[in-house]
């Protein structure tokens, strides 16, 4: 039943950045494209864009916004690329969400940095990629992302992930993935001589890695808070 | 004592800059001095108008290695801080005529280094040379810094221990990240390995790394290997650079060492234990 009830079409609709409601000559410059072209603006509806910008908290700006739009005969139906507090506001000034939008603290994990939440809205994280030897003292993070090295990482060099730890090479050094908590995180290498190998907080150093599996290709997974390292 | 003419070289109308090359380790006691001295007079021997720069300020030896010491009157510290000339401060050195020393200051230490006192220094040295080899100190503070900030070319001298190659390999990142050509993201400083005191016969006992092992740990084209010889203490006490003594094979080795770096081929030698003659045997010490 509920297939009847709600039916889907698609429509095109009017986007106005937010920032250009401020710009001076913005209404003569619209009052003149209306003048242009009357019929296909009249009580058109209208999407504002929220990216940049850091007003638009409360309902009085929603309503601000709307009333200019208003004199044009235009008609504010609801935001896009909102924060999740500019959303709140604007579904309380009966404005719809249109996507891309950043996603509601409730949904995003707690672990997830808000920082990622914030500059990646829907895409998946982008895998931190490294193609030069990571050399002893260097220390690489892959914020919020998986970490990818495509040549030997030498001893005295940490290499740390929030998501996963790829090394196409000799692991030599440290490695430590799910840096943020993430107990799912793996580490895999071309070939294990780690000083030290840590996921999620759960760490084994060199002298307790497995001797039968140094030299060779593994992946390493927790496993009921256990480290274990597997042969690849 | 001092040097008298600087030439400015022009060739058509292509001014030809000199190019900066550090010799740099990490670590200390690996053979940098030795080496600098060595390169150097390798360059000028072929053709090559050098001259080496001694960075170690507070422990000069640059000096005593290449037998200049008693000839030093203005130093790199005081070209630095406009006490002197440039062609005031550069030895000239007795053997090859193309080749200068430029020691450093005993009394000062390592923050007489200012960059930009430095830098005007190479730029004018950039002028009259081809090469200008840089004898870093030991460590990763200021004074090393310094002296790899404007390098073009490193030359990362290694001993065949873990210690001395993991050293290395920190050098290395340094070199991708704080030179100067990484900051402005120039092409990089192009680095080479130099392996010194090697013993063939210490890495058949297992008690040293042996080149292939380092080369692997390191992954940077390989120099030179220079063979662990009486030859290089007796050249260092008599202030001769090891590369004037044709008999020794770390003379050679090092002077095949600069022809790879001009771009030459030359086949490695002397990695295998040395296999004393009958006659050695009967007459002497190899």
């Known amino acids: ?232 | 004592m001092a040097v008298r003419v600087m030439v400015r070289r022009r060739k058509g109308e292509v001014f030809l800059a000199g190019k900066v090359i550090v010799l740099t380790s990490g670590k200390g006691g690996v053979g940098k001095t030795t080496s600098a001295a060595a390169i150097a007079a390798g360059l000028a021997l072929r053709g090559h108008r050098t001259v080496v720069i001694d960075f170690d300020v507070g422990l000069r030896n640059l000096d005593l290695i290449m037998g200049c010491e008693r000839r030093v009157v203005f130093d790199f510290i005081n070209v630095i801080n406009g006490d002197a000339k440039l062609n005031q401060a550069l030895i000239k050195d007795k053997r090859n005529d193309l080749l200068y020393i430029f020691p450093t200051s005993q009394t000062r230490d390592k923050d007489a280094l200012k960059r930009d006192g430095v830098e005007r220094v190479l730029e004018e040295l950039k002028e009259s040379f081809d090469y200008i080899v840089c004898d870093s100190p030991a460590g990763i503070e200021h004074g090393a810094l310094t002296a790899m900030y404007f390098a073009d070319s490193a030359i990362i001298v290694t001993n065949p221990e873990v210690s001395s190659v993991r050293d290395s390999d920190r050098i290395i990142g340094l070199l991708a990240s704080k030179s100067r050509r990484a900051e402005f993201n120039l092409e990089p400083v192009a680095v080479h390995l130099l392996l010194s005191r090697y013993s063939p016969e210490r890495v058949r006992k297992g008690e040293m790394l042996a080149v292939e092992d380092v080369k692997e740990i390191l992954s940077i084209p390989l120099l030179g290997v220079i063979p662990e010889s009486e030859s290089v203490l007796k050249a260092s006490n008599t202030g001769t650079p090891v590369v004037f003594d044709e008999e020794s094979p770390a003379g050679r080795a090092y002077l095949d060492a600069v022809a790879r770096f001009l771009g030459e081929q030359r086949e490695l030698r002397f990695l295998q234990p040395e296999r004393r003659s009958l006659f050695r045997a009967l007459f002497g010490r190899a």
Not at chain 1, 21 to 32: G, H, M, V
Not at chain 1, 105 to 110: A, E, F, L, M
Not at chain 1, 129 to 153: F, K
């Open chain 1, 1 to 232: 039943m509920a297939g009847n009830l709600v039916q889907g079409a698609v429509f095109t609709v009017m986007v106005v950045r937010a920032g250009m409601l401020r710009d001076p000559a913005f209404e003569p410059e619209l009052a003149e494209q209306i003048r242009r072209s009357p019929r296909f603006f009249l009580n058109a509806p209208v999407v504002l864009d929220l990216k940049a910008a850091a007003e638009f908290t409360h309902e009085s700006e929603f309503a601000e916004a709307r009333e200019i739009l208003r004199r044009h005969t235009l008609s504010l139906i609801g935001v896009q690329n909102a924060s999740p507090a500019q959303l709140q506001t604007a579904a309380g000034a009966g404005l719809a969400s249109f996507a891309p939008n950043a996603p509601q603290p409730s949904r995003s994990s707690p672990r997830e940095s808000p920082r990622t939440a914030l500059s990646l809205p829907s895409a998946a994280a982008k895998t931190r990629l490294v193609t030069q030897p990571v050399r002893s003292g260097t220390q690489i993070y892959a914020r919020g992302a998986d970490l990818v090295v495509t040549a030997a990482v030498s001893p005295g060099a940490e290499i740390i992930a929030d998501g996963n730890i790829h090394v196409y090479g000799p692991l030599r050094g440290r490695a430590l993935a799910g840096a943020g908590g993430d107990v799912d995180a793996r580490i895999f290498c071309s070939r294990l001589e780690a000083e030290l190998v840590s996921i999620a907080g759960h760490y084994l150093v060199s002298e307790q890695l497995p001797p039968e599996q140094q030299g060779f290709p593994v992946q390493i997974a927790l496993v009921d808070d256990r480290l274990t390292v597997t042969r690849n």
